[in-house]
């Protein structure tokens, strides 16, 4: 099965520094991934998401870059700001086992 | 939409006591999962419905617990009895593919003392 894991459990940033929190996968055949934002007290919520036959998608102040060659996935934040403090889920699936989440990582922000 | 509806809130009961948790999924998903998270071990998924079918439960901890879904707008998941160590934030979600984007609920924090 999948297994999927975040590279650090707390990220602090400056605010208006760009952020990147980073996440591995060890299932070849996932064919698609996840970020996950979760605020203190609420649900996790969508990102973006990106499929393998991408290596890079943009959203609004996010990009999310895959490298399947490593089975490596980022998700980086441009101008960090105070309301981007949360806890950030990458997750990844495609086959039967339906979505795997990672442990997450929390990303605090300096003033 | 309102998204998927969780309740209640917060939960706060003893031991030994039954304990019913709800969730409204999204009109037209036809997975739904409950999660339960903790600070040491993330997330969990305990069970997975497809249409409304219980297709995956290897996640469901033991006996005490149980989840029904006994139509696509309404489930449930059940603990009795509860246990201190049951205590966590549970989730529901839904989507409309096992594989792809899940819309989680505002979840339910669960104290049992």
Not at chain 1, 57 to 74: A, D
Request: aromatic share 10%.
């Amino acid at each position: 099965g999948e297994s999927v894991g975040l590279h650090l459990p707390t990220l602090s940033v400056q605010e208006g520094d760009n952020s990147i929190i980073n996440c591995a996968y060890s299932n070849s055949a996932s064919d698609y991934f996840i970020w996950y934002k979760q605020e203190s007290g609420k649900g996790p919520q969508f990102i973006i998401d990106i499929r393998s036959n991408m290596d890079k998608r943009q959203g609004q102040r996010v990009t999310v870059l895959l490298n399947k060659t490593v089975k490596h996935l980022s998700l980086q934040i441009a101008a960090t700001q105070p309301g981007d403090s949360a806890v950030y889920f990458c997750a990844g699936g495609g086959g039967a086992d339906g979505l795997t989440f990672g442990k997450g990582t929390h990303l605090i922000i300096q003033p | 939409d309102a998204g998927v509806i969780q309740s209640p809130r917060h939960e706060v009961t003893e031991m030994g006591q039954e304990v019913t948790l709800r969730c409204k999924p999204i009109s037209g998903h036809n997975s739904l999962f409950w999660y339960r998270q903790t600070m040491m071990r993330g997330l969990e998924l305990l069970i997975y419905f497809n249409n409304n079918v219980p297709i995956d439960d290897s996640g469901m901890p033991e006996d005490r617990f149980s989840a029904k879904m006994p139509n696509a707008s309404f489930s449930t998941l059940k603990i009795q009895p509860s246990e201190p160590r049951d205590s966590a934030v549970y989730f529901c979600a839904s989507s409309w593919d096992r594989n792809y984007g899940y819309t989680f609920g505002s979840g339910t924090r669960l104290t049992v003392v």
